[in-house]
C-alpha cells in the first residue's frame, strides 16, 4: 500500500522541472561570487586568491575581532556574508537560534579528513557535527617579552604564569613596559574566573562579581585593550606583556624575530592551564551563494590548504594529513602543538546563556571604563 496517489510522484517531478525553468540563471546557477567574514590574520597569504583562481569565485573577504561582533551581526540577520568563523561555543548558540544554515555533506567530501576526535569535541555544541566544521583552534594565553619582563619584575616568572598579568604585585611592574588584554568580555572572563579559582563558564552570576573585582585591582595597570593591534605592539617592543592567543603570540614572535629588533617573545602555555577555543565554519541561515561556501570549506579542509593556515599564523588545524605540509619549525613548536600533558591541563569551552553574556559584557565594560 503507498500513501500517494498513483501519479504523485511524477507530479512532484513536473513541478519541479517548471519551478526550475521560471528561476533566473542566478538561483539556477549561484553567481561565481563568495562573501567571507573571518577573524583577522587567520589566513594564508594564497588561500584565497588560490581558491578564486581555482574556481572562478571572486572572494570578498572582510574581518572582525571578537565572537560578540560576528554574533551581533547574525542575530540583526542580512550580514550579506555567506561564510563565518565563531567559535564552535558561539556556533552553538547560533545554532540553536536558527541562525545557521545546515551543511550538506554530499558538498563537501574532504570531510573525510577530519580528526574524528576534534568532531567529537565539535559535536558537544554542535550534535551530529551538523553546521560546522574547522577552521583553527588554539588557546587564550599569555604572551611576553621575555627579556623585558624579567628586567621588569626583577627575577624569575612566576610559577603561576597568569600572576604576571592577574597579581597587582607583577602587573604594577609591567605597567611601565605595556600590558595588554582582549578586547572582549568572552575572552578575559573565562580566563579571570579560572584565576579566581571559579569555573569559566559558570552559570551562577555571583562568580562573575569575584572575577570583577579581582580585575579591577589591576585596571590600573592595563594600558591596552585590543585584539589584534596587539600583534605588531608585541613585536615591536610597545608592549611587554599581552593576554591573547597562542598564534597571534607566535606571529609576534616571527615578526620580531624577521625584523631582528632583539624582542623575544614567547607564547605561553601556563602550567596552570588555559582555555581552549575551536573556531569553526559556518553558513548563515541567509546566505545567498552557499553553494560557493560549501566549495570553499570542501577546498579548505585539503590537507596542503589546511596546512598553509597553521604554517602561516601558527594555530594547529583539525586535518591530521596535513601534518606532511607544515614546516619543520612550526610542527616542533610545542605553543602550537601542544603536548598531551599539557592539553590535559586545558579547559574546554562551553556556550553561555543571554543572562550570563550581558553580565559579563556590563562588568567588563565596568572594568574597561575604571569605574
Ligand atoms: N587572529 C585571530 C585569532 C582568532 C582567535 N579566535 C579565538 C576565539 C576564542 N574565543
Given at each position: 500500500m503507498t500513501l500517494f496517489p498513483r501519479n504523485f510522484h511524477r507530479a512532484v517531478a513536473v513541478l519541479a522541472v517548471s519551478i526550475t525553468s521560471l528561476m533566473s540563471p542566478a538561483q539556477a546557477a549561484?553567481?561565481?561570487?563568495?562573501?567571507?567574514?573571518?577573524w583577522s590574520d587567520y589566513i594564508g597569504p594564497d588561500t584565497v586568491a588560490n581558491f578564486e583562481k581555482e574556481t572562478g569565485i571572486k572572494v570578498r573577504?572582510?574581518?572582525?575581532?571578537?565572537?560578540?561582533?560576528?554574533?551581533?551581526?547574525?542575530?540583526?540577520?542580512?550580514?550579506?556574508?555567506?561564510?563565518?568563523?565563531?567559535?564552535?561555543?558561539?556556533?552553538?548558540?547560533?545554532?540553536?537560534?536558527?541562525?545557521l544554515m545546515p551543511l550538506d555533506k554530499s558538498k563537501i567530501p574532504n570531510l573525510k579528513n577530519l580528526d574524528p576526535n576534534l568532531m567529537k569535541q565539535l559535536g558537544s555544541m554542535d550534535p551530529g557535527n551538523a553546521y560546522i566544521t574547522p577552521w583553527l583552534w588554539g588557546i587564550t594565553t599569555l604572551g611576553i617579552n621575555v627579556d623585558k619582563v624579567k628586567a621588569a619584575i626583577g627575577g624569575p616568572l612566576p610559577e603561576n604564569a597568569w600572576d604576571l598579568i592577574f597579581k597587582p604585585e607583577y602587573?604594577?611592574?609591567l605597567k611601565s613596559c605595556g600590558i595588554s588584554m582582549l578586547d572582549s568580555a568572552d575572552e578575559v572572563f573565562p580566563a579571570a574566573m579560572r584565576y579566581v579559582g571559579k569555573p569559566p563558564y559558570s552559570k551562577n552570576s555571583a562568580d562573575y562579581q569575584v572575577a570583577a573585582d579581582m580585575l579591577k585591582t589591576i585596571r590600573p595597570y592595563v594600558t591596552l585593550f585590543s585584539s589584534s593591534g596587539y600583534i605588531n605592539d608585541l613585536a615591536g617592543g610597545s608592549l611587554c606583556l599581552s593576554l591573547g592567543?597562542?598564534?597571534?603570540i607566535n606571529i609576534a614572535a616571527a615578526r620580531a624575530k624577521e625584523a631582528k629588533n632583539g624582542n623575544n617573545i614567547v607564547?605561553?602555555?601556563?602550567s596552570t592551564g588555559a582555555v581552549l577555543f575551536f573556531?569553526?565554519?559556518a553558513i548563515p541561515a541567509d546566505a545567498a551563494h552557499p553553494e560557493n561556501a560549501h566549495k570553499f570549506i570542501n577546498y579548505i579542509l585539503r590537507p596542503e590548504v589546511n596546512a598553509e593556515l597553521t604554517n602561516k599564523v601558527f594555530y594547529a588545524n583539525g586535518v591530521p594529513s596535513s601534518a606532511k605540509f607544515i614546516k619543520a619549525e612550526v610542527a616542533a613548536n610545542k605553543t602550537v602543538f601542544m603536548t598531551a600533558e599539557d592539553l590535559a591541563k586545558m579547559v574546554p569551552p562551553e556556550a553561555v546563556n543571554n543572562d550570563i553574556r550581558r553580565l559579563r559584557t556590563r562588568l567588563f565594560t565596568t572594568f574597561k571604563t575604571g569605574r
Open positions: 549561484e553567481e561565481k561570487v563568495l562573501n567571507i567574514y573571518n573577504y572582510d574581518n572582525f575581532d571578537t565572537n560578540e561582533i560576528l554574533h551581533a551581526k547574525l542575530v540583526a540577520g542580512k550580514t550579506g556574508y555567506d561564510l563565518v568563523v565563531p567559535s564552535s561555543n558561539w556556533a552553538k548558540i547560533q545554532l540553536e537560534g536558527g541562525l602587573a604594577s611592574k592567543w597562542n598564534g597571534d607564547s605561553l602555555v601556563p573556531d569553526t565554519m
